[in-house]
DNA sequence: GCTCCGTGCTACAAAATTTGTAACATGGAA
DNA sequence: TTCCATGTTACAAATTTTGTAGCACGGAGC
């Protein structure tokens, strides 16, 4: 489960997040959206990007296997609406 | 998205996928099984049963919206195997 | 009664990680 | 050359995790 524990790291899931559908963006906003300090959000990306989730080209970007990655999250993400919703009515 | 933010805490994600299909573990065995020192694990049932992710009753097992969270985790899992497997490759 | 296990769980100091803030160095535009 | 946005690093403080030891409880067997 090594790509689990790695997504399991302060920021990675959100990241990916972030990157969603397509989206590029810089260090700052990346940084800004994600809600890290440069430190951590710097070392997530250097793993995300040995890991061949995330691409920097002009800003940053999914690569396609982090692409594939999105598509995998989406029952969870669906789940995790669920989970709010629920936790919420009480 | 604060449930990703939960299971993105360390070892949140590997409890779950111990607990997969109706297992049944003592907090000993799940400690051997994910691999976590007790107090990080203490820490994580505790969020997980606040979250109603994990039941204790007789052993921790998941609760119905935790099977729920292990139905949605499956796609990712699958991607992390293609992931290994694409990573061994280079 | 008492002893022996296995249980969930806590204590505590050391190690690792994260945070927040500040700054650096580079490159392009004005 | 001045300005600005970029990616990135520095560093000490705060938080989290780790590893090990042990506690308190409950049941089984004597």
Known sequence: MAALDLLGRRG??????EL???????FRALQAA??????TLNTRLAELRAADI???????????RGSDLIAALW???????DW???????
């Open 20 to 26: 969603r559908e397509g989206r590029v963006l810089t």
């Open 34 to 39: 994600a809600e890290l300090p440069p430190g």
């Open 12 to 17: 990675a899931l959100r990241i990916v997040w």
């Open 84 to 90: 709010a919703s629920a936790m919420g009515d009480r």
């Open 54 to 64: 995330v691409a920097a080209d002009a800003g940053y970007r999914l690569s396609p």
């Open 75 to 81: 029952p969870l993400l669906r789940w995790s609406e």
